[in-house]
């Protein structure tokens, strides 16, 4: 083939303080770099082709950062949602002391305003603790912990990423994504753009994607294909043996990355390849009753070992097999906790982590208790989505070449290009023998 052949990244959507594990040696509430390894000449991997993610779940994989404070006026009483749960607005009984800006909840706008004013340490946190308390209940300790948690994650995230709210709020023009979900049984692509923001559509209206397409630094171009619809279970809709609605819809994406991204690549040149997987669901599955909660471990193994086989064909050839294919789960968060059959749920994804070499966990009980992330919640899962499968890619960019010549043998490097490792090597292809 002429020109460059593009890899695309698929993630599956399933943080100060990258929260997420490892296989069985890692399990992070904290103190990961997240660096990926470079070579003597300090080039980051860039593969010869585009790479995509796949996300898919449920509703907090489509985002609906704004319905948190939906959910805490309804709690308080002190409001209702309107224009489709996207705003609020008071009850007349509390109108003498309480305004509709009052209950609006986070905004990303004011969030990015409150960190480039670039003001001390403490005088920060304590912005942006007041305004992540706007959905929270000051009176609760628990409240103001995850605030001030929240906060300090904000400011990690500014730190580690001098960058990001910079730009958060500006179009990425070398990452498009899309989102498909289901509609009367027939698969429906509410969005396709060739520029991932905060209203390019790929989310409601913003997801994990959002921050992790600013913080991922392993490729500097990729795709995000996203199915994902909210009120869905891994038992049903995403079942593969009946088939569900969901999985039919998944199916199609895995199997057709020219389908799933018809913007890939956007210069027109080469293909896209798959690189990930990422998975963001089960609250619903905690709806169920006890056995389909307690089976639903067995149910994720055969979900993503079927996920795997699917994306393989079209996967960057990095992956020798399916089973090499990065998965990122996010584990259910703060409220399940509370329930036993959402613990054993999580305990599910724990257990799947653990037993898989290539899979990394991300945790979220740290963060909001609503049933929707808000908005400071949906940029830290995704920042730590991102360290996550950085760490999957290094790993699989540092392990999967055939060293077997002299010239590999003594360098015991990368393949990143021919001048590097083994003569006729490429970034993305085993060395050949000599």
């Known amino acids: ?50 790479p995509a993610f796949l996300f898919a779940g449920q509703s907090n994989m ?7 404070a939906c959910e805490f006026t309804k709690a308080t009483k002190k409001g209702r949602c309107v224009s489709g749960e996207l705003e609020v607005e008071v ?5 003498k002391n309480v305004t509709n800006d009052d209950i609006q909840g986070q905004n990303l706008n004011r969030i990015v305003e409150i960190i480039q004013e670039e003001l001390p340490y403490q005088e920060a946190m304590t912005k942006l603790k007041q305004h992540i308390l706007r959905i929270m209940d000051p009176a609760i300790n628990a409240d103001h912990s995850r605030a001030w948690w929240q906060a300090a994650n904000m400011l990690s995230t500014k730190s580690n990423y001098p ?10 023009d070398d990452v498009y994504c ?24 790929c989310g409601a209206p913003f997801g994990p994607e959002l921050a992790f397409s600013h913080t991922l630094e392993t ?17 049903h809709e995403w079942n593969m043996d009946e088939p569900g609605r969901c999985w039919e819809a998944f199916a199609e994406q895995m199997g057709n990355i020219a389908g799933a991204h018809r913007n890939c690549p956007l210069d027109g040149s080469g293909s896209c390849k798959w690189h990930g997987l990422v998975w963001f669901q089960g609250e619903n599955d905690m709806f169920l009753d006890e056995e389909d ?21 079209e996967a960057a050839p990095i992956f020798q097999t399916p089973e090499d294919i990065p998965v990122v789960i996010v584990q259910l968060g703060c409220w399940p906790t509370g329930f036993f059959l959402g613990q054993l749920i999580m305990e599910a994804e724990r257990a799947f982590v653990d037993q898989d070499s290539n899979s990394a966990l991300v945790k979220t009980n740290d963060l909001s208790c609503f049933y929707h992330y808000d908005v400071s919640s949906h940029l830290i899962i995704g920042e730590r989505i991102a360290k996550a499968m950085d ?3 290094a790993s699989s960019f540092h392990e999967t070449f055939d060293r077997t010549t002299k010239d590999c043998q003594s360098k015991s490097a990368l393949c990143y290009d021919d001048s590097d490792c083994c003569g006729s090597c490429d970034a993305y292809h085993r060395c050949q023998s000599k």
Request: hydrophobic content about 35%; charged content about 25%.
């Open 391 to 393: 760490g999957l890619l």
């Open 219 to 235: 490729f500097d171009e990729f795709g995000i294909a996203k199915v994902a619809e909210g009120g869905t279970t891994l038992r």
């Open 163 to 172: 960058s990001f709210f910079d730009t958060i709020e500006e179009d990425l």
């Open 62 to 68: 489509e985002g609906h950062p704004m319905m948190a």
């Open 91 to 95: 009850n007349e009984d509390f109108t």
């Open 293 to 313: 909660a307690r089976a639903y471990g067995d149910e994720l193994q055969r979900f993503i070992e079927e996920a795997r086989r699917e994306m393989f064909p």
């Open 178 to 201: 899309s989102w498909t979900r289901t509609n009367g049984g027939q698969s429906v692509v509410l969005a396709e753009s060739k520029v991932l923001s905060a209203s390019s559509g």
């Open 1 to 50: 083939m002429n020109g460059s052949v593009t890899t695309i990244i698929l993630v599956v959507v399933v943080a100060c303080c990258n929260s997420y594990a490892h296989g069985k040696v890692r399990d992070f509430n904290g103190g990961i770099d997240g660096t990926i390894r470079r070579d003597d000449k300090d080039r980051q991997l860039q593969g010869a082709s585009t």
